[in-house]
């Protein structure tokens, strides 16, 4: 059996972890002695044993003169956890397969440098686009500083997404609106405006019990954030009630709606957006929520939000990927658009790469990647 094929099942391990290891990566990690697996594991939760130590127990004195195949470098710091390249030296493995290097500062190449210089074989970049993608928030954050952000929209085939007087209850199906909680609960955050909060006073939880196919944990509920620069949101408003909610104003925190919040328990950020900018004054503050997010460890984030706030994360080139959930219905041209983009010319329009499309129950999911740069 090939490199291949162990890190295929490596990475369908990590795979396990997908809703649960936030802020950290998806790992999986194979162990493999005379052609037959000895050892398997994943990391499920931060805090926990990382994939190489399950792998690693299961395996026992197997892993003496054994092959590792991990989905991610070997980490080499002390966090909640010992480094797993010490562990793998200290089990006298022979060699290690890694998907990718770690683009953690307090990895890169350290974990396997410490292999080598234990005189363990290492090899690198094996099935590394497939691994990678199951962490692409991760890497987006330790390269660039920002999460990695979904935006999500749900839209009649004209293109609406809600009746003028904003009405929107259901557009799509149950099986569309099961299929969005699994990007919910792979996200650190999802970010809402107050309009969508007005309208449908929505939860934005996640549900695992509606998915009927998942059984790897708890899930890690995402942070909820809500962008209300005058504060006009109700004090009981659904998405207040489980911890977690953070609401960003440009009011000051000694507003009485903004005292009231933290007397509850929600966090209030208080931004002032920098003056002149195009795409509004919300698509001002855009990018220093998404750092703030960073900060909190947040890996991935999905927008969940109406056309306005849409829009701007558009114009402001911060959405890495678009998600789209066509239903075969029509809504009319009084109907809400999908996004507030006022273009006028076919130079200014944004481009976008179809990476995926496929049926969910009656309705149709694309995924697009914008073409940076923005215009044709």
């Not at 697996?37 to 939760?45: D, K, L, N």
């Not at 990718?100 to 234990?118: M, T, Y």
């Not at 929600?266 to 920098?274: A, E, G, Q, R």
Request: charged share 15%.
């Amino acid at each position: 059996m090939s490199d291949s094929l162990y890190m295929a099942r490596a990475i369908q391990l990590a795979k396990q972890g997908l809703y649960t290891t936030q802020p950290n990566p998806r790992v999986g990690c194979v162990i493999v002695k005379d052609g037959q697996i000895v050892g398997e594991g994943f990391h499920a939760r931060a805090g926990q044993p990382h994939a190489e130590v399950f792998a690693l127990r299961q395996a026992g004195e197997q892993a003496q003169g054994a092959t590792t195949y991990v989905t991610l470098e070997p980490c080499a710091h002390f966090g909640k956890t010992p480094p797993c390249a010490n562990a793998l030296v200290q089990a006298n493995v022979a060699r290690v397969v890694m998907a990718s290097l770690d683009s953690n500062p307090l990895v890169a190449g350290k974990g396997q440098a410490i292999l080598e210089s234990a005189g363990i074989k290492t090899t690198v970049s094996i099935l590394e686009s497939e691994a990678k993608a199951l962490n692409v928030g991760f890497f987006r954050r330790m390269q660039g500083g920002l999460p990695y952000v979904r935006l999500k929209t749900a839209a009649s085939l004209d293109g609406r997404t809600a009746m003028q007087s904003g009405e929107s209850k259901w557009i799509t199906g149950a099986d569309a609106r099961r299929d969005v909680q699994k990007l919910r609960a792979q996200s650190g955050a999802i970010i809402t405006g107050i309009g969508t909060v007005l309208a449908d006073n929505p939860s934005l939880t996640v549900r695992p019990d509606d998915w009927l196919d998942w059984s790897y944990g708890e899930v890690v509920q995402p942070l909820r954030v809500i962008m209300d620069s005058q504060l006009r949101i109700p004090l009981d408003a659904q998405i207040l009630q489980t911890a977690g909610a953070i609401v960003v104003t440009q009011q000051a925190l000694t507003h009485p709606t903004a005292q009231a919040l933290q007397a509850q328990g929600v966090d209030v950020w208080s931004m002032t957006p920098p003056l002149n900018l195009g795409g509004g004054r919300e698509a001002g503050i855009i990018p220093e929520v998404l750092q703030k997010l960073a900060a909190c460890g947040v890996n991935e984030v999905l927008v969940e939000a109406g056309a306005t706030l849409a829009g701007a994360f558009i114009q402001a080139n911060l959405v890495d990927e678009l998600i789209v959930y066509l239903a075969p219905t029509l809504l009319g041209s009084h109907a809400r658009p999908m996004f507030n983009l006022p273009l006028s010319q076919m130079a200014q329009q944004h481009r976008l790469r179809q990476i995926d499309m496929r049926i969910i129950g009656e309705d149709i999911r694309l995924t697009f990647k914008p073409l940076r740069g923005g215009a044709a």
